[in-house]
T-cell receptor, first 115, second 109 residues
């Protein structure tokens, strides 16, 4: 079992649908992250949770809503998305935010297509 | 502003050596990371540099010059499995990672 697991791996949804992405980490980490990865663009940090508290929200539209019920689980709730939201959504975890050498461990991502 | 630059794509031959450069301008500096990402897979950690100099780890080495805002990843004895994207990221004064767009490395036989 990998350290960070994301489900589903692939998702196709209509613009009026509501869906959720799930992330689970088995590494005992205290920080979890949502990133958006679009082709040939840098990873975009969306949300950060440190010890279950949201510490970053990088101007993400409200159609994306994160939830962190405990330090092992992270969700991204999606509703009324736009076609330009189609991308790879990556979850990551690290020991804690604010630790310089703390590497991030990534899940394999959810490939989202909005039609 | 904060900016990370790295080449979009590079091609190298199996068995050879390749150097992937990364230049950065960030608000504060708390280290530089290199990650490898195979197509359709998760990025995986390769190296972390916070002090100037060369860090060697097997076939891969990473170099940092803070005064020049410059790093490189050196891959030796290239293998076909090294075909991947290589992501450079710096950690700013708020301990937030700033990412480059990645360098796609193509290895040819």
């Amino acid at each position: 079992e990998t350290g960070v697991t994301q489900t589903p791996r692939h998702l196709v949804m209509g613009m009026t649908n509501k869906k959720s992405l799930k992330c689970e980490q088995h590494l005992g980490h205290n920080a979890m992250y949502w990133y958006k990865q679009s082709a040939k663009k840098p990873l975009e940090l969306m949300f950060v949770y440190n010890f279950k508290e949201q510490t970053e929200n990088n101007s993400v539209p409200s159609r994306f809503s994160p939830e962190c019920p405990n330090s092992s689980h992270l969700f991204l709730h999606l509703h009324t998305l736009q076609p330009e939201d189609s991308a790879l959504y990556l979850c990551a975890s690290s020991q804690e935010q604010g630790s310089g050498s703390s590497e991030a461990f990534f899940g394999q991502g959810t490939r989202l297509t909005v039609v | 502003g904060q900016n990370i630059d790295q080449p979009t794509e590079m091609t190298a031959t199996e068995g050879a050596i390749v150097q992937i450069n990364c230049t950065y301008q960030t608000s504060g500096f708390n280290g530089l990371f290199w990650y490898q990402q195979h197509a359709g897979e998760a990025p995986t950690f390769l190296s972390y540099n916070v002090l100037d100099g060369l860090e060697e780890k097997g076939r891969f080495s990473s170099f940092l010059s803070r005064s020049k805002g410059y790093s490189y990843l050196l891959l030796k004895e290239l293998q076909m499995k090294d075909s991947a994207s290589y992501l450079c990221a710096t950690m700013d004064s708020n301990y937030q990672l700033i990412w480059g767009a990645g360098t796609k490395l193509i290895i040819k036989p």
